[in-house]
């Protein structure tokens, strides 16, 4: 996830060299397809067109999400190391060290996947489709990331009810006590926003398909 910092530039510099205004003839903002009468506009890849208005908020919010779930991490790391020290040099550990590193760790990987659908940086095997046209490639994308987005939202419902479970049942950890449903409720937004940007990379994906790209 981290590899894709330098797209992330890229991407911002794409977004900021949008000059033309939505709206205008024979132009779609959101897919960044041009439309001119009688012509076939040819891009290299789909994430090489610029984001509209919606693309940009959802960028801005993964982006913050996946920056958020980075400092997190380093913080556990951190405390790790803390931890590890005090209990080999003074036998003083982080108390409920192994409980904290567990809760915040699912938290902070939950935080990156929506950046990873916006800058297109899953792995994926495309060795098979690397040499059908764009708006094939496209299609496949769309659908993969339409249904990326429905296990999302799969997740973030049963996520939820878990952690209303947890909630009601009084589930606590072990050496702290911390109740488990907190852990488990910040959960939720992430994969929510993860969902919404599956949907909306999936919408970009067929509009490109209806858009006459090839």
């Not at 996947?113 to 060795?127: E, I, P």
């Amino acid at each position: 996830m981290y590899s894709s910092v330098a797209s992330l530039d890229a991407a911002a510099g794409l977004r900021d060299a949008e000059a033309s205004p939505r709206g205008a003839p024979g132009i779609d903002a959101d897919a960044g397809v041009q439309l001119e009468p009688g012509s076939i506009e040819h891009v290299a890849h789909p994430e090489a067109l610029p984001h509209g208005p919606w693309g940009r908020r959802l960028y801005a919010a993964s982006r913050a999400s996946a920056l958020m779930g980075g400092t997190l991490f380093m913080l556990l790391v951190g405390m790790s190391l803390v931890s590890i020290v005090g209990r080999k040099l003074f036998a003083l550990p982080v108390p409920g060290d192994f409980e904290v590193l567990q809760m915040g760790a699912a938290v902070a990987s939950a935080t990156f996947f929506s950046y990873c659908q916006m800058v297109d940086g899953h792995v994926r095997v495309d060795f098979f489709t690397n040499w059908l046209p764009l708006r094939v490639r496209s299609l496949l994308d769309g659908i993969a990331a339409l249904l990326m987005g429905t296990v999302a939202l799969l997740i973030a419902w049963r996520t939820g009810v878990a952690a209303v479970a947890s909630y009601e049942s009084g589930e606590a950890s072990l050496m702290l006590g911390w109740p488990g449903w907190v852990s488990i409720a910040l959960i939720v937004p992430a994969f929510l926003l993860f969902a919404t940007t599956s949907l909306y990379i999936a919408g970009r994906r067929f509009r490109v398909v209806a858009g006459g790209v090839q």
